[in-house]
C-alpha cells in the first residue's frame, strides 16, 4: 500500500497570486528575487554562502519550471538542466488571506472563503475590551505593545520594560494573529501557554486564527532571544481536511502541523527546533512508517527566521541547506510512495515591510515509478490534498482536482 510525505516549505512562494494586487504584494516573488538578489551578489554573507543561489536538486525536480509556470520566467541558475524528475507545477491560492492556517487548509483540501478577522495597524491595536479582559482574567498589571510590529523588534523595544514591569508584550501583524511574547524565567512558559488559552477564548469572537505564545531569554544588557518553545494556539478548521479523511491510518505530523490544525486528526506528533530537526524527524519517521501512512511536514525556518527578517542571505542559505537534503529525501521513497514539495504562501525578503505576501507555491510531487512532468497550473492548493487523498486510496475530499 502507498505511502506519502506531505512536506510544506513555510512561505517558500515563486511568485504573485493574481489576486497579489489586492494584497499590496503585485510584483512579489520570494524565490524569484532571492535568485536574482543572489546572482547580483547581494545574497552574499560572511561565514554563511556566497554567490548564485545553488539549488541543483530542487532545479532537477522542476523548481524552476514551476516557477517559470508562475512569472513566465525561470529564476537564475534554476533551469533543471534536462527533463525535470517530478510532476511539477505551480498553485493559486483561493483563500482569503496569505497566512499559515488559511494555506496549510487549503493544501489539506479546505479552503476558507470568509476572511479572517484583523486587527488595525493603529496604537492601540486591539479592542478595549479585548485588552480589558485579558488583563482581567490573567491577572496581569497591563500589557505592553498593543501595536502592529516585527517579533524581534518588539522584544528589543519592550523587552527591558517587560522584565521591569511583569507586563506581557502583546502585538499583532498584517495576518490573523494575536502574539504574546514574555520571559520564559521571569514571566514562566507556563504561565505564558496559559495566557495564550485565555486569550484564544477572547479572540474568538473576533475570528482571529491564532493566538501565538513568543518566549524568549535574555537581558537588555545581554540581549534578547526568541526560544524554540513556540507555540500556536490555532482555531479548529472548520471542515473536513486530508488529516481526517486519513483517520485510522498512521500518521504523523512534524514541526507546527499539530498547532495548525489545532490537534485535530493529527496522529503522533513531533515538533523538534529548526528545520535541519524536523526534517531529520520526519525522514525517521517515514522510514518507520506503516502502508497507507502519511508523513506531515511544516518547514518554519524560511519564514520566521528569514522571510519576517528580510534577511536574503540567511534565506538563500536555507534552501541551499534543504536542497543539500533533497538526496536522502529520495532515498526514503520506495515504489508507489509519493513526496510533495509544495509551500503555503510566500514571505518575499526583498519586500517592504515584515509580512506575508500573496504568492503562488510550487508543486513538486515524485516517487520511485510516479509519473513526472507539467501539470500546469493548479487552480487552488486544494489539488494537493486530492491528489494524497487519491495516492492513499482515501476518500475523495470535498474541494480539488488531482493531477
Known amino acids: 500500500m502507498p505511502r506519502a510525505l506531505l512536506i510544506v516549505l513555510d512561505s517558500v512562494g515563486i511568485g504573485g497570486a493574481p489576486d497579489a494586487a489586492a494584497y499590496g504584494d503585485a510584483g512579489a516573488d520570494t524565490l524569484g528575487h532571492i535568485a536574482e538578489a543572489c546572482a547580483a551578489g547581494r545574497g552574499d554573507r560572511a561565514g554563511l554562502r556566497a554567490g548564485p543561489l545553488r539549488l541543483p536538486h530542487l532545479a532537477g525536480l522542476g523548481i524552476g519550471l514551476a516557477a517559470a509556470g508562475a512569472t513566465g520566467r525561470v529564476p537564475p541558475g534554476l533551469a533543471p538542466g534536462g527533463d525535470a524528475r517530478a510532476a511539477y507545477g505551480h498553485a493559486v491560492e483561493t483563500a482569503a488571506g496569505k497566512d499559515t492556517p488559511s494555506g496549510h487548509w487549503e493544501i489539506a483540501g479546505l479552503p476558507m472563503r470568509e476572511p479572517w478577522g484583523l486587527f488595525p495597524d493603529t496604537r492601540p491595536a486591539f479592542p478595549a475590551a479585548l485588552t480589558e479582559a485579558l488583563v482581567a482574567q490573567g491577572a496581569l498589571p497591563g500589557i505592553l505593545g498593543d501595536c502592529h510590529a516585527s517579533g524581534v523588534a518588539v522584544i528589543e523595544r519592550f523587552g527591558a520594560e517587560h522584565l521591569r514591569t511583569g507586563q506581557p508584550i502583546c502585538y499583532t501583524s498584517a495576518d490573523s494573529v494575536f502574539q504574546i511574547a514574555a520571559h ?36 537588555a544588557e545581554a540581549g534578547f532571544r526568541r526560544t524554540g518553545n513556540r507555540r500556536d494556539f490555532a482555531v479548529a478548521p472548520p471542515g473536513e481536511t486530508l488529516l481526517d479523511l486519513a483517520a485510522g491510518r498512521a500518521v504523523v505530523s512534524v514541526g507546527k502541523i499539530g ?34 501512512g502519511l508523513v506531515f511536514l511544516n518547514l518554519v525556518d524560511f519564514d520566521t527566521e528569514h522571510g519576517h527578517r ?48 500573496r ?45
Request: proline residues 8%; contains cysteine.
Open 310 to 357: 528580510r534577511d536574503v542571505p540567511g534565506y538563500a542559505a536555507e534552501l541551499e541547506a534543504f536542497d543539500a537534503r533533497v538526496p536522502e529525501i529520495e532515498a526514503v521513497l520506495r515504489p508507489g510512495d509519493l513526496c510533495v514539495i509544495t509551500a503555503d504562501h510566500g514571505n518575499d525578503p526583498t519586500w517592504t515591510g515584515t509580512e506575508h505576501t
Open 259 to 292: 498547532d495548525i490544525f489545532a490537534h485535530r486528526a493529527t496522529g503522533r506528533e513531533i515538533k523538534p527546533a529548526g528545520n535541519a530537526a524536523c526534517l531529520d524527524a520526519a525522514l525517521t519517521a517515514f522510514r518507520a512508517l506503516a502502508d497507507g
Open 359 to 403: 504568492e503562488q507555491v510550487p508543486v513538486l510531487a515524485f516517487g520511485p515509478g510516479l509519473p513526472t512532468g507539467p501539470i500546469g497550473r493548479r487552480a487552488s492548493f486544494s489539488d494537493i490534498g486530492a491528489a494524497v487523498a487519491r495516492h492513499l486510496g482515501l476518500p475523495e475530499p470535498a474541494h480539488g482536482t488531482p493531477w
Open 184 to 219: 520564559e524565567e521571569a514571566f514562566g512558559l507556563e504561565r505564558l501557554y496559559d495566557l495564550c488559552r485565555t486569550a484564544r477564548e477572547l479572540c474568538d469572537a473576533y475570528r482571529v486564527g491564532r493566538v501565538i505564545a513568543r518566549p524568549f531569554t535574555g537581558s
